[in-house]
């Protein structure tokens, strides 16, 4: 079992910056798959980022790319999302999620991850 607590939303001002922390207890594995999904009210739920958690490179959706990072502590047991020069239109729920066996095709759908955390609410003010 893997459990997943997210922590550092809030509300920031368009172009401002935010990093959201996700803290790992459980067993890990080598082929755990590591991401940030995101719901805006209304809206269904989508894919932002990923990492291996063994490492390799990471993914980004084309909203977030270029703007977002994504990082792991392994040593802490903890991913990141860096977000930088936010706009309105990141204005969600975020959620951290880890998977294992996901195959390539599939990594940014949402049903193929086992584990989440509760959420955390990041509000950007235009």
């Known amino acids: 079992q893997v459990q997943l607590v997210e922590s550092g939303g809030g509300l920031v001002q368009a172009g401002g910056s935010l990093r959201l922390s996700c803290a790992i207890s459980?067993?890990?594995?080598?082929?755990?798959?590591m991401a940030w999904f995101r719901q805006a009210p209304g809206k269904e739920r989508e894919f932002v980022a990923l990492i291996s958690w063994s490492g390799g490179p990471t993914f980004y959706s084309d909203s977030v790319k270029g703007r977002f990072t994504i990082s792991r502590d392994n040593a802490k047991q903890m991913v990141s999302l860096q977000m930088n020069s936010l706009e309105a239109e990141d204005t969600a729920v975020y959620y951290c999620a880890a998977g294992q066996r996901i195959s390539y095709s599939r990594r940014t759908y949402g049903s193929e991850y086992e584990y989440w955390g509760q959420g955390t609410q990041v509000t950007v003010s235009s």
């Open positions: 459980g067993r890990t594995y080598r082929s755990l798959l």
